[in-house]
């Protein structure tokens, strides 16, 4: 079974600028989570979602985030514009039914200057 | 509602048992008791639930007292692969399979 793909793995851009994260959830997986892991933090959840539905984006800076979940499939999170900050890594997670079948990509390493 | 209370970090010498305790002394009776890891670059892991009887599996053995104020995670024969942060969560049965992660216990397993 593949994993949870996330693209790029790393990108460095210059605060102000605006940045996208691309994230393809294991097949079947109806749940989407995008969390924020600041470095020497534990993750933060930032968006869920239930097919193309939002559940809860409660921590999410909607001021200068966003995330869309079009087909309930592939899901994208952007930044814009970003702030330094928001240097952390961002990950990606799905899942078919409880917390225990929760699955996480590798993550995007971002870097903001 | 009080995170759970984990030391930031401990050691184990490889082939030891790993103990890592974890405090949740405001868990409700909906809540479990979930254990993630994360290895150094990669995203979390799932390792082991509970609601209030001990768990086995695989990976870990999960103690929970019987006041289910706090649990142990059990590594019983730590590898060098098993060093990476260790995360207790509660999480309530109706709470949309959201995780809330606090800072860990960061184990390392030493030669």
């Known amino acids: 079974e593949a994993g949870v793909a996330q693209s790029p793995r790393y990108k460095i851009i210059e605060k102000r600028q605006s940045v996208a994260f691309w994230c393809n959830p294991i097949?079947?997986?109806?749940?989407l989570y995008w969390y924020q892991q600041i470095l020497g933090q534990g993750p933060k959840l930032l968006i869920q979602?239930?097919?193309?539905?939002?559940?809860?984006d409660s921590q999410l800076p909607k001021d200068r985030f966003s995330a869309e979940r079009l087909k309930g499939v592939d899901s994208t999170l952007k930044i814009q514009p970003a702030k330094l900050e928001d240097s952390a890594v961002y990950l990606c997670?799905?899942?078919?039914?409880?917390?225990?079948?929760?699955?996480f990509g590798p993550g995007t390493r971002l870097l903001v200057l | 509602d009080a995170k759970t209370t984990q030391p930031p970090s401990m050691d184990c010498a490889e082939g030891r048992a790993a103990n890592l305790p974890c405090n949740h002394s405001?868990?409700?009776?909906?809540?479990?008791v979930y254990w993630y890891r994360q290895i150094h670059s990669q995203g979390p892991q799932y390792i082991i639930h509970?609601?209030?009887n001990n768990e086995t599996n695989e990976m870990a053995s999960l103690i929970i007292t019987e006041d289910r104020k706090s649990s142990t995670l059990i590594l019983p024969h730590a590898t060098l692969r098993d060093t990476a942060v260790y995360y207790c969560?509660?999480?309530?049965?109706?709470?949309?399979?959201?995780?809330?992660f606090g800072g860990g216990t960061r184990l390392m397993v030493k030669p």
């Open positions: 979602f239930q097919n193309n539905g939002v559940v809860d």
């Open positions: 969560m509660k999480v309530a049965n109706n709470a949309g399979n959201m995780l809330t």
């Open positions: 997670a799905s899942s078919h039914g409880g917390p225990e079948t929760q699955y």
């Open positions: 405001t868990i409700s009776g909906n809540e479990y």
């Open positions: 509970g609601l209030k």
């Open positions: 097949s079947g997986h109806a749940t």
